[in-house]
C-alpha cells in the first residue's frame, strides 16, 4: 500500500486520502447519532454502546452475558430502534424448536407444493433473549446462519439480507434453567459484553425516566440498513499494516500455547480481533489500526472462547484474568501504522 501511494501522483494521493476523511467523518457523524439515540434509553453505559456499536460495524455478533434486570435486552432493542430496518425477537425457551428459529417447509395443499415459512433469524438485526435457556440442538440452529449468513432448510439455501448481527443475551451459567453455550456457539460471537449494575445517578436517573413511560416508545430510527452497509464498506476499507497483523496472530497463539487453558482462541478469533479493531479505528476518525486497538478489544473479543485448565480452575483464576496475563507478555510492535 505504502508503495503504490508512493508511485501514485501527488494529486491522486491528496484526493484519496480526502475522500477517506470524507467518509470517515460520515462514519462518526453517524455513529454519533446512533449512540446518542441509544443514551436515550440506556443510562450511564458509554463503554458498552461503544462495543455494541463496533459489533455492528464490523459485522460481528454480541453475546451479553449478565444477571437478569440490568438491561442487555433494552440496549439490544435500542439498537434495533435506532436503525430503520428489519428486526425480529426470539425468546429462547426450553421447548423452542430449531425450526421455530430457521424457518421451516409447510405443504400448502391448494398449489400441492412445499412452501418454505422463514423463521425468528429472517431479519437485519435479530434479538436472542437468553439464549442458553434453550437446548443445545436449539442454539446450534444459529450456527450456519451467524456464520454464513444463510439458512439451509430441506436442501434448500437461503441467503440472509446485509446487515446480518444476532445479539443474544444470556444469565450467567451457575443460574437455574441455563444450559452453558457449547465451544462452537460462543466462537460465532465476535465480542462477550456484560453491563453490569449502573451507578447509583444512573439509577436514579433511570426511574424517573422509566416509570412514567417506557422511552422505547419514543425512539425514532436515526438511521438505516443501506447507511449501515455504507459504514460497513468504510470499515473494511481501513488500512492494517504486516506488522499488526502479525501482532494479532501473536496475541491468539500465545493463548493456544497458554499451560493455563485448555483451548486457546481459534483463527476466527484472531479475524473477528482485526476486524473488531478495524472498526474501533474508524469510529475514532483512524483510517489504520494501532496495536491498542487490539489490546483495548482482547479481553471483549478473546476470552469467551478460552476454556481454562482444570488447575486454573481450582486456583480461581479465570479466563479474563489468565488473558491478561498473557497480552501483558506478547511484545507490542513499534512503530506501527
Do not use: W
Not at 234 to 248: E, K, L
Amino acid at each position: 500500500m505504502e508503495a503504490s501511494e508512493t508511485d501514485a501522483p501527488a494529486g491522486t494521493r491528496r484526493a484519496a486520502t480526502s475522500s477517506a476523511g470524507a467518509d470517515l467523518e460520515t462514519l462518526t457523524r453517524v455513529v454519533e447519532r446512533v449512540r446518542s439515540n441509544i443514551k436515550k434509553v440506556i443510562e450511564g453505559k458509554p463503554d458498552v454502546i461503544t462495543s455494541v456499536l463496533i459489533g455492528l460495524l464490523a459485522e460481528g455478533h454480541i453475546l451479553m452475558e449478565d444477571v437478569p434486570g440490568v438491561g442487555k435486552t433494552m440496549l439490544s432493542k435500542s439498537l434495533a430502534r435506532s436503525i430503520e430496518c428489519t428486526v425480529r425477537r426470539i425468546q429462547f425457551t426450553p421447548d423452542l424448536l430449531p425450526s421455530d428459529v430457521t424457518g421451516v417447509s409447510i405443504f400448502n395443499q391448494n398449489t400441492r407444493e412445499f412452501e418454505f415459512r422463514p423463521g425468528g433469524v429472517f431479519a437485519n438485526i435479530v434479538i436472542g433473549d437468553e439464549i442458553n435457556r434453550a437446548s443445545p440442538k436449539t442454539q446450534s440452529a444459529l450456527l450456519e446462519c451467524m456464520e454464513e449468513h444463510q439458512v439451509t432448510v430441506d436442501n434448500a439455501t437461503y441467503h440472509l439480507e446485509s446487515p446480518f448481527m444476532v445479539i443474544a443475551t444470556q444469565n450467567p451459567i451457575e443460574m437455574e434453567g441455563t444450559y452453558a453455550l457449547p465451544e462452537a456457539q460462543r466462537d460465532r460471537f465476535m465480542l462477550r459484553l456484560s453491563i453490569g449494575y449502573p451507578v447509583e445517578a444512573s439509577e436514579i436517573a433511570m426511574l424517573d425516566s422509566h416509570t412514567q413511560t417506557n422511552p422505547l416508545d419514543d425512539l425514532e430510527p436515526v438511521t438505516d440498513a443501506a447507511e449501515i452497509r455504507k459504514l460497513i464498506g468504510i470499515v473494511n476499507q481501513i488500512y492494517v499494516s504486516d506488522a499488526v497483523h502479525r501482532y494479532a496472530v501473536a496475541l491468539t497463539s500465545a493463548t493456544r500455547r497458554s499451560e493455563e487453558l485448555t483451548l486457546g482462541a481459534s483463527p476466527r478469533a484472531t479475524l473477528h480481533l482485526v476486524r473488531a479493531a478495524k472498526a474501533s479505528a474508524a469510529m475514532t476518525g483512524r483510517d489504520y489500526v494501532l496495536p491498542d486497538d487490539l489490546r483495548t478489544l482482547a479481553r471483549q473479543v478473546l476470552a469467551h472462547r478460552l476454556l481454562p485448565s482444570v488447575e486454573s480452575s481450582m486456583s480461581g483464576r479465570n479466563t479474563g484474568a489468565i488473558l491478561d496475563g498473557i497480552v501483558a507478555q506478547v511484545p507490542v510492535p513499534e512503530g506501527t501504522r
